[in-house]
């Protein structure tokens, strides 16, 4: 049997402010932000949960103040000042969830969107729009993102790279640098540092999905993008779906021009789901990283496992091959759900070949370390000693 298990993070995240992060490092710690940012403004108004606006549109009896207001919109994508315009410019609730992630992130903005791939094509959007379509990327990636990139749907060109050759893949009319860490499904880990720095004046998007701002702020090692599916840990209990980049201001206001244009908006009641989904993330996430780090213990000295991957900054999620099929094991779970997604507080178990990376060409997909064998598991927040149970049935004999 061969077989990886790290130890589980369990320190504080370091809030020291390094790298590019804004001048002024945080003064609450993340638990604290995560209650109480884009929430200060409640008491004065006498509440206490933050309001849900529904509005689509908004009164307004002076039109030539409003043309001057779209009109600045139009010229630097700033947010207007003043009361809402129209829901597909901005929504107060959805402000709320952007200021609180930006927060979270050590970033200067957020900006929301409808789903994580809405968020990373309003990115591929704005760097094609400035003559800088190539991309440079390193496998693996999520199955979509890397589908986007490799079938050009939006006008790119993709350069596959390890990161010890991004340097080298860089050319004039390279947009953006493309990472994720830990990787899905293989939970590869990389030193954003070290690509950021092989980036250049190249803007870094890291995909901060898997390890969330409780464990990793990419900004703060050189990555000027940080791409969220925020339907994973961020909302936290599967019924809500977005997509946010958090980032400095400039490169915020090019998003939200992109995101009026296209209309890839998120509803205010999702961003309501995502604000109140905050609040929780940094228990939810170090309660389900215990569990996990326990199962992938276990899974390591199990003789039916052939390899556990389980990544040294610790988090929720593992991925771990069989010796038998891994579509008997999806098979046989009765507690733990069959189902594609992660980040809930309910444990999903998927074939990552079979569904989330199939649409990625086998060879690619074999290369990138994801075999046929591998199964994905997101831990949620059951009794370990239940979900270990339900693991040991499933995989038989």
């Known amino acids: 049997m061969e077989s990886v298990v790290y130890d589980a993070y369990d320190a504080q995240p370091d809030l020291s402010g390094t790298g590019q992060v804004l001048a002024e490092p945080p003064a609450r710690a993340l638990a604290t932000e995560a209650v109480h940012a884009g929430r200060e ?18 009164p307004s009896y002076d039109s030539r103040a409003e043309a001057a207001r779209i009109d600045a919109f139009a010229a630097d994508g700033a947010e207007p000042a003043g009361p809402p315009v129209y829901a597909r410019l901005g929504n107060p609730t959805v402000a709320r969830f952007e200021t609180a992630l930006a927060r979270l992130e050590g970033t200067e903005s957020a900006v929301a969107f409808a789903s994580g791939m809405a968020a990373l094509s309003a990115v591929l959007l704005v760097r094609n729009a400035m003559g800088l379509r190539h991309v440079v990327a390193v496998r693996p990636l999520y199955g979509c993102s890397d589908h986007l990139l490799t079938a050009g749907l939006l006008g790119t060109e993709v350069t596959w790279v390890d990161p010890a050759g991004i340097a080298d893949a860089l050319r004039p009319d390279t947009g953006l640098v493309m990472v994720e860490s830990p990787a899905n499904p293989t939970l590869a880990e990389l030193d954003l540092r070290a690509v950021a720095h092989s980036c250049g004046s190249v803007p870094l998007l890291a995909d901060n999905t898997f390890a969330t701002p409780v464990l990793q702020r990419p900004a703060e090692h050189g990555a000027r993008l940080i791409l969220h599916s925020a339907t994973k840990y961020l909302g936290g209990h599967g019924d809500v779906m977005a997509g946010v980049v958090a980032c400095d201001e400039e490169f915020a206001r090019r998003l939200r021009q992109v995101r009026f244009a296209t ?79 992660l980040g809930s507080v309910d444990t999903l178990i998927q074939h990552p070949a079979s569904i989330s990376h199939r649409i990625v060409p086998t060879q690619d997909r074999h290369d990138a370390g994801v075999s046929d064998h591998l199964l ?13 149970a339900d693991l040991e049935g499933a995989l038989g004999a």
Do not use: K
Request: no cysteine; proline share 6%.
């Open 41 to 58: 403004d409640l008491a004065a108004q006498g509440l206490h949960a933050a309001p849900i606006d529904l509005s689509t549109t908004y």
């Open 376 to 388: 994905r598991l997101s831990v949620g927040l059951e009794d370990v000693e239940d979900l270990w």
């Open 263 to 341: 209309g890839g908006v998120l509803h205010p009641l999702a961003g309501y789901l995502l604000l109140r989904g905050l609040s929780t993330l940094p228990v939810r996430v170090r309660a389900s990283s215990s569990n996990a780090a326990e199962l992938a213990r276990r899974l390591a000295a199990d003789p039916r496992v052939a390899r556990v991957h389980y990544p040294r900054i610790g988090g929720a999620m593992i991925a771990f091959e069989v010796h038998g099929d891994p579509h008997d094991v999806i098979a046989g779970v009765r507690l733990i759900t069959p189902a594609v997604s």
